[in-house]
């Protein structure tokens, strides 16, 4: 185990460079104390690795060192097929190459190793978009690769849906892509990190100048914070619902598993009826109503009184169309 971190830590150095302590350990999941343990074992077995002290320091190799110890393991080569790379890949004009580099890695691979990596392939398939969802239309996902790759700014024409419907320009330095359930969103910088939805880019035009990237910027980091932010934010407005045993039982297959756990960590006493009092995230008055809508006779709002009236109306309409 910790040979394999040794080997970790080593070629972390060598792919990024000067690292600290505190980064170290966070990649490879052990203290600092155990990062400055496998330093100290290193410089003993005679990798030229140093430290820099001060605000900006780190360890580093010495410049033109490189190891040679990449060989894959059984686990590692077969975890490699598991990526479902191919799908997001071609949206972004790279299939061929991720499957000619999945042809030469096959063929490179001693045989026990190929045969597994076929079970996997055989067995295992990611298929991102959710249910009855087709996927986003993304006509402008491969220009903005391209100017991601060369830290080119670009122009693009944005169809914003907040706080109203408008169509606007932005000038923006594009620092990375995510796929999040099969959706692509852009992660750029106009005045700073935003994210814009690459389906809602109506035009887009690369500029001629470059950037240079904002030292420290981790796309990883900056999507899991921005994803606590969006989250907190849709949990600002709330609905006070009353639930019967059957609509609580209900909540996770209507409202999911966050809304879920928020409204269970409100729930109130159960009354004489069995029913209880929970709080649930608001995002809209129509999609928290379309949510409650499906739990039928088994859930009544209690507040705010614009979903209560929202709820009631849409109910009197659906009431007369079955009279």
């Given at each position: 185990?910790r040979?394999?971190?040794?080997?970790?830590?080593?070629l972390?150095?060598?792919n990024?460079g000067?690292?600290?302590?505190?980064?170290?350990?966070?990649?490879?999941?052990?203290t600092?104390?155990t990062v400055?343990r496998?330093?100290?074992?290193?410089?003993?077995?005679?990798?030229?690795?140093?430290?820099?002290?001060?605000?900006d320091?780190?360890y580093?190799?010495?410049?033109?060192?490189?190891?040679?110890?990449?060989?894959?393991?059984?686990?590692?080569?077969?975890?490699?097929f598991?990526?479902?790379?191919?799908?997001p890949?071609?949206?972004?004009?790279?299939?061929?190459?991720?499957?000619?580099?999945?042809?030469?890695?096959?063929?490179?691979?001693?045989?026990?190793?190929?045969?597994?990596?076929l079970?996997?392939?055989?067995?295992?398939h990611?298929?991102a978009?959710?249910w009855y969802?087709?996927p986003?239309?993304?006509?402008?996902?491969?220009?903005?690769?391209?100017?991601?790759?060369?830290?080119?700014?670009?122009e693009?024409?944005?169809?914003?849906?907040?706080?109203?419907?408008?169509?606007?320009t932005?000038?923006?330095?594009?620092?990375?892509?995510?796929?999040?359930?099969?959706?692509w969103?852009?992660?750029?910088?106009?005045?700073?990190?935003?994210?814009?939805?690459?389906?809602?880019i109506?035009?887009?035009?690369?500029l001629?100048?470059t950037?240079t990237?904002?030292?420290?910027?981790?796309?990883?980091?900056?999507?899991?914070?921005?994803?606590?932010?969006?989250?907190?934010?849709?949990?600002?407005d709330?609905?006070?619902?009353?639930?019967?045993?059957?609509?609580?039982a209900?909540?996770?297959?209507?409202l999911?598993?966050?809304?879920?756990?928020?409204a269970?960590?409100?729930l109130?006493?159960?009354?004489?009826?069995?029913?209880r009092?929970?709080t649930v995230?608001?995002?809209?008055?129509?999609?928290?109503?379309?949510?409650l809508?499906?739990?039928?006779?088994?859930?009544?709002?209690?507040?705010?009184?614009e979903?209560?009236?929202?709820?009631?109306?849409?109910?009197?309409?659906?009431?007369?169309?079955?009279?």
């Amino acid at each position: 185990m910790r040979a394999s971190r040794l080997v970790s830590l080593l070629l972390l150095l060598q792919n990024r460079g000067r690292m600290s302590a505190t980064r170290l350990a966070a990649e490879l999941g052990v203290t600092p104390r155990t990062v400055y343990r496998d330093v100290d074992a290193l410089a003993a077995a005679g990798v030229p690795i140093y430290a820099e002290h001060g605000p900006d320091g780190g360890y580093a190799l010495m410049d033109g060192y490189r190891t040679r110890l990449t060989g894959l393991t059984a686990d590692e080569a077969e975890s490699l097929f598991l990526t479902g790379l191919r799908g997001p890949a071609a949206e972004l004009g790279l299939g061929a190459q991720v499957a000619a580099a999945e042809l030469k890695l096959m063929a490179a691979l001693p045989t026990p190793y190929r045969d597994a990596s076929l079970r996997i392939r055989q067995r295992f398939h990611l298929d991102a978009p959710g249910w009855y969802r087709e996927p986003d239309a993304v006509p402008h996902l491969t220009a903005v690769a391209e100017a991601l790759w060369q830290d080119r700014r670009i122009e693009i024409r944005y169809r914003r849906w907040s706080p109203e419907p408008a169509e606007v320009t932005r000038r923006l330095r594009p620092l990375g892509l995510v796929l999040k359930a099969g959706v692509w969103y852009l992660v750029a910088i106009s005045k700073k990190p935003q994210t814009y939805r690459v389906a809602s880019i109506r035009s887009l035009r690369a500029l001629p100048d470059t950037f240079t990237r904002p030292d420290g910027f981790e796309l990883a980091e900056f999507w899991r914070s921005h994803v606590e932010r969006y989250e907190r934010a849709d949990a600002a407005d709330a609905a006070v619902v009353r639930l019967s045993p059957a609509g609580l039982a209900a909540l996770p297959e209507v409202l999911g598993p966050r809304a879920t756990r928020q409204a269970r960590a409100t729930l109130g006493a159960p009354g004489p009826d069995g029913w209880r009092e929970a709080t649930v995230p608001l995002e809209s008055l129509a999609h928290a109503a379309a949510g409650l809508l499906r739990l039928g006779p088994e859930a009544r709002v209690v507040g705010p009184p614009e979903l209560v009236e929202h709820m009631a109306g849409t109910i009197a309409a659906m009431a007369e169309l079955y009279r």
